[in-house]
Antibody, heavy 122, light 109 residues
Framework: EVQLVESGGGLVKPGGSLRVSCVGSGFTFSSYTMNWVRQAPGKGLEWVSSISSSSEFRYYGDSVKGRFTTSRDNAKKSLYLQMNSLKVEDTAVYYC???????????????WGQGILVTVSS | EIVMTQSPATLSVSPGERATLSCRASQSVSSDLAWYQQKPGRAPRLLIYGASARATGIPARFRGSGSGTEFTLSISSLQSEDFAVYYCQQYHKWPPRYTFGQGTKLEIK
């Protein structure tokens, strides 16, 4: 069974930093582009970041560019999101999501992790 | 940025009836369109990709159609487990600039 499990969320003050992690299992992690998608409380879905299978390409949404960094460790089947200069509006559930297809190119998202809550508040 | 607009925001339908959800793109996305279902407190689940291909394990009562800028998700013979929020997503651009619709809440009438 393909599974993605996030960890590392919590409460952080505005201007602070936090790193969330995701471990994948049940598939060849190193063959897939991985993504982060977030959902603010009661709101819709927002794409945050994508990283290609060998980390050659990293892309970010405009709202997080310059503050967030995505990385991966294929040996550990792990994906990371380093969040710096956090703002109140970054409060959201962060989902780790796999591309639906392996290889390069734009893709749908499947499957999704269960999500991890990051709260930015003083 | 490609803006995705879903309608209606809320749809009330009786169990056993048919529901039709719409998604419009601000520019053509060809068939690079996915639909997701999200239940309260749960992660989204892929239903449809490529505008009309059902994901693994998705019942045949879910049907996606459309191309270009106009898309539809139809759910026939609604079951109790189908009442949820549905999102469309375009994946047309590379480098990625993925965008989602704001969601349609399907509620029991």
């Amino acid at each position: 069974e393909v599974q993605l499990v996030e960890s590392g969320g919590g409460l952080v003050k505005p201007g602070g930093s936090l790193r969330v992690s995701c471990v994948g299992s049940g598939f060849t992690f190193s063959s897939y582009t991985m993504n982060w998608v977030r959902q603010a409380p009661g709101k819709g879905l927002e794409w945050v970041s994508s990283i290609s299978s060998s980390s050659e390409f990293r892309y970010y949404g405009d709202s997080v560019k310059g503050r967030f960094t995505t990385s991966r460790d294929n040996a550990k089947k792990s994906l990371y999101l380093q969040m710096n200069s956090l703002k109140v509006e970054d409060t959201a559930v962060y989902y780790c999501v796999r591309d639906g297809n392996s290889g390069y190119g734009a893709n749908w998202f499947d499957p999704w992790g269960q999500g991890i809550l990051v709260t930015v508040s003083s | 940025e490609i803006v995705m607009t879903q309608s209606p925001a809320t749809l009330s339908v009786s169990p056993g009836e048919r529901a039709t959800l719409s998604c419009r793109a601000s520019q053509s996305v060809s068939s690079d369109l996915a639909w997701y279902q999200q239940k309260p407190g749960r992660a989204p689940r892929l239903l449809i990709y490529g505008a009309s291909a059902r994901a693994t394990g998705i019942p045949a009562r879910f049907r996606g159609s459309g191309s270009g800028t106009e898309f539809t998700l139809s759910i026939s013979s609604l079951q109790s487990e189908d009442f949820a929020v549905y999102y469309c997503q375009q994946y047309h651009k590379w480098p990625p600039r993925y965008t989602f619709g704001q969601g349609t809440k399907l509620e029991i009438k």
